[in-house]
């Protein structure tokens, strides 16, 4: 394998087929949650991880630190941050063509990459509040999707090692009044084997699960995608190095929003409409 992802898809040795990818779309639209096994090959999620341990490494020796009192009630929630700038197979991951098509389909053809970060659950840690990732980048009310995660598992995920724990239909919930008042009893584990991809609409409200076993470690990335008009949690002009900036397609480069033009798109639409009569304006009348 070379040093970068295969533009192939993989699943143990086989192409992801566009059923699967269309019915994982289908059941994030219905559902608001999907999962996609083997979007990554054995080989392929060893090789990621890695890289996401090499990453934690250099996050703290630039002075950035992998546990968030913020987030996290202890230390045992590793979080690494900026991994656009760190290693470009990261780069490549947020690019996957299955991740691409399950934001646009969700989201719609105008999308930017909001963020890339990852948790690694060691043994012992213990879960954030309840939330949903919409409602971390806008007001209420949420009526439609702004925003999703697209979440590669790099382990085996379930629930004793801190799988995520989501609360079904809760992005119908435009208001956060509308979500039950004990949700806990009501949510459930996203499970999922190695090398798979869950895809959340940002609206879901969720936590990260508790990693109750003595020594097994869950290792995730997020993807988050929003909707182009929507700023994004980081500033990539300042968050990513020049070097880093140089080396981006044209199309990364477009969707982390580098370019000289920011919130345009819809004012062309408006602008691009059909003028109004010039007769409305003549003063004679």
Same mark, same amino acid.
């Given at each position: 394998?070379?040093?970068?992802?295969?533009?192939?898809?993989?699943?143990?040795?086989?192409?992801?087929?566009?059923? #699967?990818?269309?019915? &994982?779309? =289908?059941?994030?639209?219905?559902? @608001? %949650?999907?999962?996609?096994?083997? $979007? +990554? !090959?054995?080989?392929?999620?060893?090789?990621?991880?890695? #890289?996401?341990?090499? &990453?934690? =490494?250099?996050?703290?020796?630039? @002075? %950035?630190?992998?546990?968030?009192? $913020? +987030? !996290?009630?202890?230390?045992?929630?590793?979080?690494?941050?900026?991994?656009?700038?760190?290693? =470009?197979?990261?780069?490549?991951?947020?690019?996957?063509?299955?991740?691409?098509? +399950?934001?646009?389909?969700?989201?719609?053809?105008?999308?930017?990459?909001?963020?890339?970060?990852?948790?690694?659950?060691?043994?012992?840690?213990?879960?954030?509040?309840?939330?949903?990732?919409?409602?971390?980048?806008?007001?209420?009310?949420?009526?439609?999707?702004?925003?999703?995660?697209?979440?590669?598992?790099?382990?085996?995920?379930?629930?004793?090692?801190?799988?995520?724990?989501?609360?079904?239909?809760?992005?119908?919930?435009?208001?956060?009044?509308?979500?039950?008042?004990?949700?806990?009893?009501?949510?459930?584990?996203?499970?999922?084997?190695?090398?798979?991809?869950?895809?959340?609409?940002?609206?879901?409200?969720?936590?990260?699960?508790?990693?109750?076993?003595?020594?097994?470690?869950?290792?995730?990335?997020?993807?988050?995608?929003?909707?182009?008009?929507?700023?994004?949690?980081?500033?990539?002009?300042?968050?990513?190095?020049?070097?880093?900036?140089?080396?981006?397609?044209?199309?990364?480069?477009?969707?982390?929003?580098?370019?000289?033009?920011?919130?345009?798109?819809?004012?062309?639409?408006?602008?691009?409409?059909?003028?109004?009569?010039?007769?409305?304006?003549?003063?004679?009348?």
């Amino acid at each position: 394998m070379s040093s970068r992802l295969h533009s192939q898809l993989h699943a143990d040795g086989r192409d992801v087929s566009t059923a #699967a990818v269309e019915a &994982a779309l =289908a059941a994030l639209l219905a559902d @608001g %949650v999907a999962v996609l096994p083997g $979007v +990554l !090959d054995a080989d392929e999620a060893v090789k990621v991880r890695r #890289a996401l341990l090499s &990453a934690a =490494a250099e996050s703290e020796r630039r @002075g %950035v630190p992998t546990f968030m009192p $913020v +987030l !996290d009630p202890n230390a045992a929630n590793v979080r690494v941050f900026n991994l656009l700038d760190i290693d =470009a197979l990261f780069r490549d991951l947020i690019m996957h063509p299955v991740a691409l098509r +399950l934001a646009r389909g969700l989201l719609g053809p105008h999308i930017a990459i909001s963020n890339f970060t990852a948790n690694i659950a060691l043994p012992g840690s213990r879960s954030m509040s309840l939330h949903s990732d919409q409602a971390l980048v806008a007001p209420e009310p949420w009526l439609a999707p702004w925003s999703m995660n697209i979440i590669w598992c790099l382990d085996d995920v379930y629930f004793e090692n801190g799988a995520t724990l989501y609360l079904p239909g809760s992005q119908r919930c435009a208001l956060r009044d509308e979500l039950p008042r004990t949700p806990l009893g009501q949510m459930r584990a996203f499970e999922a084997p190695r090398g798979s991809i869950l895809a959340m609409d940002g609206r879901v409200w969720h936590t990260s699960g508790a990693n109750v076993t003595k020594d097994v470690e869950r290792a995730l990335l997020f993807g988050y995608y929003s909707v182009d008009f929507l700023r994004p949690q980081v500033n990539h002009n300042v968050q990513l190095s020049e070097a880093t900036k140089a080396s981006l397609s044209p199309e990364l480069f477009g969707l982390l929003g580098l370019g000289a033009d920011a919130n345009t798109r819809v004012a062309g639409e408006v602008l691009g409409a059909a003028p109004l009569d010039p007769a409305l304006f003549d003063a004679s009348r």
